[in-house]
């Protein structure tokens, strides 16, 4: 008995140990970063505590000039995260909804063919996202093969989709991979004999799909809306080379306070963005968890 005690202590020891390097990783650089943001945010430029910042987040207003050319007031930063929130819904869901019979799809391949889909899928992901962004201005702005087509026309692909559409594509193409891989990594998982199992109580394939693989892969499902939920509404770089500039996201509003030194203010943005953020990956994470539960 004594051994065996000996034993699992040691083993305790070196998972600790093992784990220690991620321990301080993420010590320095995850959490002693977000306290920096959080005292940031409720400071001034004298560093004396204050709900200022936070406040000038709900409250600030500016005047916009709609397309009937009437004018109305608005509250700026709520305009802005909701404008980012709109399309990082839609761009999820777009994923989401080419993502997930992609994902079966490959998860019912042989092993070989999988291994192919998924290189495929991660290729985009090793070149960088800046090129990978620069690589759809050549596409849809004015230069690239479609400008020169549409342009004997007097078109180009922007005027014709719109702007917020362009932003939308950019998003779901950086994106797409975050969704694919977690769903597929529990669908590659799942026990094919509760599948047979319902078809032989005579399901049919949209039953089985909806009663029993859609709910066993609702995890994964969760882990890929996060994953691109997170990135899409924080996003700058493509609302500015996709929007020509013009198109203005909340990532782009952290930006310009800190190119602008606003650094309080630009923290107290990030810090509702990311309390906002963790609280919708609570919930999902929670969604799952009664789901498993089930």
Not at 77 to 86: A, W
Not at 115 to 124: A, Q, W
Not at 138 to 146: M, P
Not at 178 to 187: A, C, F, G, K, R
Request: proline share 3%; charged share 15%; with cysteine.
């Amino acid at each position: 008995m004594k051994n065996k005690n000996a034993v699992s202590r040691r083993e305790r020891i070196i998972r600790r140990l093992c784990l220690s390097p991620y321990s301080v990783w993420a010590v320095l650089f995850i959490v002693v970063p977000l306290i920096f943001v959080a005292y940031y945010a409720f400071t001034d430029n004298d560093f004396q505590f204050t709900f200022a910042n936070i406040t000038r987040f709900f409250t600030a207003t500016s005047t916009i000039t709609d397309d009937s050319g009437a004018a109305r007031e608005v509250r700026t930063y709520l305009l802005i995260f909701l404008r980012s929130l709109k399309l990082a819904v839609i761009s999820t869901f777009i994923c989401l909804l080419m993502g997930y019979p992609a994902a079966y799809i490959i998860s019912k391949a042989s092993a070989r063919v999988q291994s192919i889909l998924i290189t495929l899928i991660m290729i985009p992901m090793w070149m960088n996202f800046l090129i990978r962004t620069y690589a759809w201005m050549t596409i849809l702005q004015d230069t690239g093969i479609f400008n020169s087509m549409l342009g004997l026309v007097g078109l180009h692909p922007v005027h014709i989709i719109g702007t917020e559409a362009a932003v939308v594509i950019g998003m779901v193409y950086d994106y797409f991979p975050y969704m694919i891989l977690p769903i597929y990594s529990v669908m590659a998982k799942m026990d094919e004999k509760l599948i047979e199992a319902a078809r032989d109580l005579g399901c049919g394939s949209f039953g089985v799909l909806r009663r029993v693989i859609w709910p066993l892969s609702l995890p994964g499902v969760f882990s890929g809306i996060t994953m691109v939920l997170v990135p899409s509404i924080s996003t700058f770089y493509i609302s500015q080379k996709l929007g020509n500039g013009k198109f203005y996201l909340i990532g782009d509003a952290i930006e310009g306070q800190y190119v602008a030194n606003n650094l309080h203010f630009a923290a107290a943005i990030a810090f509702i963005l990311m309390v906002i953020l963790l609280f919708c990956m609570a919930v999902f994470q929670r969604a799952a968890n009664k789901r498993a539960a089930v």
